[in-house]
């Protein structure tokens, strides 16, 4: 199994971004979204989960931010709207079968993708 994050790049704040993550292999139950800003913790960002009741939202980017997915493709989407500086990380794509305490946390995904850099600039 196999996920290939990428789309992330330099923008102004304000403006969007959409970062894709692609999978190989067998599906899960959830895919998920962290970031990680340079000596800080990950961050969970955003989840997608039908089976543990849809989608989950950080606070800091819910309202901004949409993760969704096409079963057809099995390809992960993160659309991010309304970017600002404290947005600027590295954005990870993940995969696993959490339950659904775990939805948000980085120990219930045990497939991730290499990382997209995401820089906003003031």
């Known amino acids: 199994v196999q996920l290939q994050a990428f789309g992330g790049g330099l923008v102004q704040a304000g403006n969007s971004l959409r970062l894709t993550c692609a999978a190989s292999?067998?599906?899960?139950?959830?895919y998920g979204w962290f970031r990680q800003a340079p000596g800080k913790a990950r961050e969970f960002v955003a989840a997608l989960c039908p089976s543990c009741g849809g989608k989950y939202y950080g606070d800091s980017v819910k309202g901004r931010f949409t993760i969704s997915r096409d079963n057809a493709k099995n390809t992960l989407y993160l659309e991010m709207n309304s970017l600002n500086p404290e947005d600027t990380a590295v954005y990870y794509c993940?995969?696993?079968?959490?339950?659904?305490?775990?939805?948000?946390?980085?120990?219930?995904?045990?497939?991730w993708g290499q990382g997209t850099q995401v820089t906003v600039s003031s």
């Open positions: 292999g067998r599906t899960f139950r959830s």
């Open positions: 993940a995969a696993g079968n959490p339950i659904v305490s775990y939805v948000r946390a980085s120990e219930g995904y045990s497939t």
